[in-house]
């Protein structure tokens, strides 16, 4: 009886999970066959939920209305940029407050943490002040830049946590063979800690390829437009075609899914190891 009890409990338990996986991937399907119908095919009530012809020449037209290849580049020139940035950045920060000792180094890890508290919306209007003091409206530089400096409080507590979970006398050890602090840093643990890179490069990348405010505040000439931009402008001026927004909207989304489908293991393995030792 235990044993029926269990297998019942099992099964509910998948039905369950199999109807928040169904739930979930509704919309981005009601998407896909939206870009592969024809207009008068998308509203049709009952709703068609299997294209009788599948129309590709949507993502032809999409793509052709607007530059959406320049676009494509620009986004790609940000988002790279910004993802080395940011993992190089942040795991210096978390390595130095994970495994060096200097004076202040938890009051300051602990300032650090504070500023996640610190609405955007509060520095928004100083943040772009100073970038127009020196000349950077218009250009990459606010969206890249930033990157480079620390990566994010998140992300360094992230790493900070992740290094914690190292035991400490493999830096012990390599002190002792001759290692110095970078070189532990490169070579012991940078490879130890990938998983965790992993899951902050996802994250920088989602951040940096889905932002819409950073590059709308700071991009005027449209030669600069990424891509968030360009599927608003392109929203704007083709509202009632459809299928060529959705044809347009799944060739944006569909980098970040293949992203996180690649990292999905070290994703998984990063989050789960992450904060188990403090």
């Given amino acids: 009886m235990n044993r029926r009890t269990g297998i019942a409990a099992k099964a509910s338990?998948?039905?369950?999970?199999?109807?928040?996986?169904?739930?979930?991937l509704l919309p981005?399907?009601?998407?896909?066959?939206?870009?592969?119908?024809?207009?008068?095919?998308?509203?049709?009530?009952?709703?068609?939920?299997?294209?009788?012809?599948?129309?590709?020449a949507n993502y032809v037209d999409a793509l052709t209305m607007f530059p959406f290849d320049a676009y494509f580049?620009?986004?790609?020139?940000?988002?790279?940029?910004?993802?080395?940035?940011?993992?190089?950045?942040?795991?210096l920060c978390a390595y130095s407050f994970a495994r060096l000792s200097w004076p202040g180094r938890d009051r300051w890890f602990a300032l650090i943490l504070t500023?996640?508290?610190?609405?955007?919306?509060?520095?928004?209007?100083?943040?772009f002040l100073g970038w127009r003091e020196v000349g950077a409206i218009n250009t990459f530089l606010p969206l890249i830049l930033p990157s480079w400096f620390g990566g994010g409080a998140f992300n360094i507590f992230l790493l900070r946590q992740f290094m914690k979970t190292i035991p400490q006398e493999?830096?012990?050890?390599?002190l002792i063979d001759g290692a110095g602090v970078f070189r532990i840093y490169t070579t012991i643990?940078?490879?130890?800690?990938?998983?965790?890179?992993?899951?902050?490069?996802?994250?920088?990348?989602?951040?940096?390829?889905?932002?819409?405010?950073?590059?709308?505040?700071?991009?005027?000439?449209?030669?600069?437009?990424?891509l968030a931009i360009g599927l608003q402008q392109f929203k704007g001026q083709f509202n009632a075609q459809w299928n060529y927004?959705?044809?347009?909207?799944?060739?944006?989304i569909l980098p970040t899914i293949a992203v996180?489908?690649?990292g999905q293991k070290y994703f998984i393995e990063g989050i789960a190891l992450t904060g188990l030792k403090g």
């Fill in 260 to 262: 996180f489908l690649v």
């Fill in 189 to 226: 643990l940078v490879p130890l800690i990938k998983p965790a890179l992993v899951v902050v490069a996802i994250f920088a990348f989602l951040y940096h390829w889905n932002d819409f405010l950073n590059p709308i505040i700071y991009l005027n000439s449209e030669k600069l437009y990424t």
């Fill in 73 to 91: 580049v620009n986004t790609l020139t940000v988002v790279l940029l910004s993802v080395l940035g940011v993992v190089l950045t942040s795991s």
């Fill in 115 to 127: 500023s996640l508290m610190l609405p955007g919306a509060a520095t928004l209007i100083p943040t």
């Fill in 245 to 252: 927004m959705m044809a347009a909207s799944t060739v944006v």
């Fill in 28 to 56: 981005f399907y009601w998407m896909l066959r939206s870009s592969l119908m024809s207009l008068d095919q998308i509203f049709v009530s009952p709703p068609i939920w299997i294209p009788p012809a599948l129309h590709f």
């Fill in 13 to 24: 338990i998948y039905l369950f999970l199999a109807f928040g996986c169904i739930v979930c």
């Fill in 170 to 174: 493999l830096d012990e050890a390599a």
